[in-house]
């Protein structure tokens, strides 16, 4: 088992990390977009939807147990290339410009994940870990985002998040070898576009909530 | 047409690798905008030893672009500010009367300063060492083009052998990270059969060494490919990562 030690702590390895469990997030963005989507129709639609996906049972408890475990490995190996990055270049330079190649995703990355990292928590404790008796989800979402520090605090996380997904997923694809001429340029256009789309996607449901009480 | 530039200019001068340096300023007068970057650097060198002070020490050989010995970090940009271009190579035309240049060594982990600009990067050549070697028949001659290499390919491993080995992607790099470098050396040989033999154990020694020798993780940042003087691709960055899961999943090297 060595050589498999060495393989995942190399750098090549910790990239690799990062851009599989960085995919499954992209993916999971995804589905939960799809599933929030509903909200933009009522009520009765977002409950069910919630219903359907409980049934789901023990596909659900682990897909959440799989989130989780590849949510920590992002989190740590995130934190491990952070640190040696910085040990990296003891000493900085006075002066140091960008030649272009760095984007606003690219160079924030370990911010806006860390960003991410405490909005998951608050997330989770605020529409996941909540007392659900004798409510509904709907309920639930509407009474937190009749707050306005909850709708500022919500559309800023789902502003970070575009622009983290922004560099994270072309950025995988690099990282998994898949860079060729041919299919590049879509895979970068991809990125963006898919960033957009989670970002304004969730960013508006606060919005669309507010303005239907 | 021949102008000349009064520049101030503030040098990164270190007495050698343990002792601390700062930034000194000079004023550079007179230079013309013929000069290439390290004439002027020459001309502030006489006038410094005719003050019977040290001259500024920095790396330099061909003067022509093609040696990988020169750079510095020029304004915050390894090899200045012109794309494409290594230091020697930069000339004064691409500055402004009055300005002040910034003018800073080669800075990671992995390099240590030996005096002012003077940078030891034989981290460089030791990640060559661990497997950037094809493996050759002794005897007479092989013909030409006895193995036939597509013109695309050959012109793929060309574009990678460009590497002049200078280290301006490692300086250029947030992390200090020698990923293009290593791409380049590794890909140069991937592409051909002459190198296929030693493809897994080259991709995984290449690497190993490379981290650790102490230099930093690539991001993505793509600072790299934009400064390179040979204007080298992380295309290749994408190739080593694809030898490097073959060479560790497929192959018997452990």
């Keep these: 088992m ?31 977009l799809l599933g929030n989507l509903t909200l933009y129709s009522g009520k009765d639609a977002f409950n069910s939807y919630a219903e359907h996906l409980h049934s789901l049972g023990v596909l659900i408890s682990v897909s959440e147990k ?7 490995i992002h989190v740590l190996t995130g934190l491990v290339l ?50 659900k008796t004798g409510t509904t989800i709907y309920q639930i979402v509407q009474e937190a985002f009749s707050k306005p520090v909850y709708i500022i605090g919500y ?11 922004s560099h994270g997923f072309w950025s995988a694809f690099q990282t998994l070898g898949v860079n060729h001429p041919k299919y590049m340029p879509f895979i970068r256009k991809a990125g963006i576009a898919f960033s957009l789309i989670v970002g304004l996607g969730f960013g508006f449901i606060p919005v669309f909530i507010s303005l239907t009480i | 047409m021949t102008k000349t530039l009064n520049l101030t200019l503030r040098v990164w001068r270190q007495k050698g690798p343990d002792s601390a340096g700062k930034l000194e300023t000079y004023d550079a007068k007179n230079i013309s905008t013929d000069m290439s970057f390290l004439e002027m ?44 271009t290594t230091l020697c190579q930069l000339h004064m035309r691409h500055f402004s009367d009055g300005d002040t240049i ?100 080259r991709a995984i020694e290449m690497v190993r060494t ?13 600072e790299c ?7 080298i691709s992380i295309v290749n960055i994408a190739r080593m990562n694809r030898e490097f899961f073959k060479a560790s999943f497929f192959s018997d090297v452990k």
């Design chain 1, 66 to 72: 799989g989130l989780l475990f590849f949510g920590i």
């Design chain 2, 41 to 84: 650097i020459d001309v502030i060198n006489e006038q410094l030893t005719l003050e019977g002070k040290e001259p500024i020490a920095f790396d330099h050989d061909c003067r022509e672009g093609i040696c990988g010995m020169c750079g510095a970090v020029v304004n915050g940009r390894p090899h200045g500010p012109e794309k494409g």
């Design chain 2, 225 to 231: 490919e934009a400064e390179c003087p040979k204007e």
């Design chain 1, 82 to 131: 952070f640190i040696q990055n910085i040990k990296s270049r003891p000493v900085r330079y006075s002066v140091k410009k960008s030649a272009g190649g760095r984007t606003i995703g690219s160079f924030t990355m370990p911010y806006t994940g860390l960003v991410l990292i405490a909005f998951i928590v608050l997330h989770l404790i605020n529409f996941h870990f909540v007392d």
């Design chain 2, 102 to 201: 910034f003018i800073e060594p080669w800075r990671s982990r992995a390099f240590k300063i030996i005096k002012d600009l003077a940078v030891d990067r034989s981290a460089l050549d030791i990640i060559i060492q661990a497997g950037g070697y094809v493996s050759v028949n002794t005897g007479g001659a092989p013909d030409a083009n006895a193995i036939p290499i597509s013109q695309e390919t050959a012109e793929k491993a060309m574009d990678a052998a460009a590497c002049i080995g200078c280290g301006a992607c490692v300086a250029a790099c947030p992390n200090a990270s020698a990923m293009l470098f290593t791409s380049a050396k590794i890909s140069q040989l991937a592409l051909l059969p002459q190198g296929k033999p030693e493809a897994a154990k």
């Design chain 1, 155 to 165: 559309i800023f996380a789902m502003i970070v998040v575009a622009v983290h997904v």
């Design chain 1, 2 to 32: 060595g050589w498999f030690i060495k393989t995942f702590t190399s750098s090549i390895g910790k990239k690799w990390l990062m851009a599989i469990t960085g995919l499954s997030f992209c993916g999971f963005l995804t589905s939960h």
């Design chain 2, 210 to 222: 490379m981290d650790k020798l102490g230099f930093g993780n690539c991001t993505n940042e793509r």
